[in-house]
């Protein structure tokens, strides 16, 4: 409810109150206001109030506190400063949510960094430095989401391995080859998943399976 107070009726104690009671709302306060503890408090409560922290307020340690406490849809890294990405930050970030490994200095993509975004998060793949994009990190993506297929790279994606991809999730046609999409493909992919339907080339869309995909 801060954003709706006016800024001539903010005061230090009530932006406390509303940042201690709703973690978020560090973004509404006014810059005058701002104090390095006020900010503590904020990253303590949610680490995505990183992002509102002014520069020369952040810390180190504030940086270590805001990657843990993302509640895992935040990719808090790419609000911590360079100079305060340590290898074990970048690790700790991962492990909330492996889609910050798009933050990670590329000094610290080592194989098993790369590895824990993955399980955490298969669409990490996508940033995922290409000596390491091997067919084991890629079928653990796609077993962790099936919508990675969009990032794995055109030699691995055979006829069999689409099709188990597609076993699990029909959405992942979109990212199949047109050259692999062949109507049993097609098919399964609209008995998983009747939306798929937008992916299936014109040639296979049959009365029988347009049935299917709206039932």
């Known amino acids: 409810a801060l954003e709706y107070v006016p800024d001539g009726l903010k005061t230090y104690e009530l932006c406390e109150l509303a940042v201690s009671n709703y973690g978020l709302g560090l973004q509404y306060v006014p810059e005058e206001l701002i104090t390095k503890e006020l900010c503590e408090l904020a990253v303590e409560k949610n680490g995505r109030n990183l992002e509102f922290v002014p520069e020369d307020l952040k810390t180190q340690e504030m940086c270590e506190i805001a990657v843990s406490q993302g509640f895992g849809a ?3 890294l790419q609000y911590v400063p360079d100079k305060f990405k340590t ?3 970048c690790k700790i970030a991962l492990e909330e949510n492996g889609l910050n490994l798009k933050d990670v200095p590329n000094e610290f993509k080592t194989l098993n960094i790369c590895l824990i975004a993955i399980k955490g998060n298969g669409l990490a793949l996508e940033y995922v430095p290409i000596q390491f994009q091997t067919e084991t990190i890629c079928k653990l993506a796609v077993k962790q989401n099936p919508m990675a297929l969009e990032f794995v790279p055109e030699e691995f994606k055979t006829r069999e391995y689409c099709e188990n991809v597609v076993k699990n999730s029909g959405w992942a046609l979109e ?3 047109e050259k692999l999409k062949s109507k049993e493909l097609c098919e399964l992919a609209v008995q998983k998943e009747g939306f798929a339907l937008k992916f299936v080339p014109e040639k296979y869309k049959t ?3 347009c049935g ?3 039932e």
Do not use: R
Request: hydrophobic share 45%; proline share 13%.
């Open 74 to 76: 935040s990719q808090t």
């Open 175 to 177: 990212f199949v080859p």
């Open 212 to 214: 299917i995909a709206v």
């Open 207 to 209: 009365p029988e399976l």
């Open 87 to 89: 290898y074990d930050i």
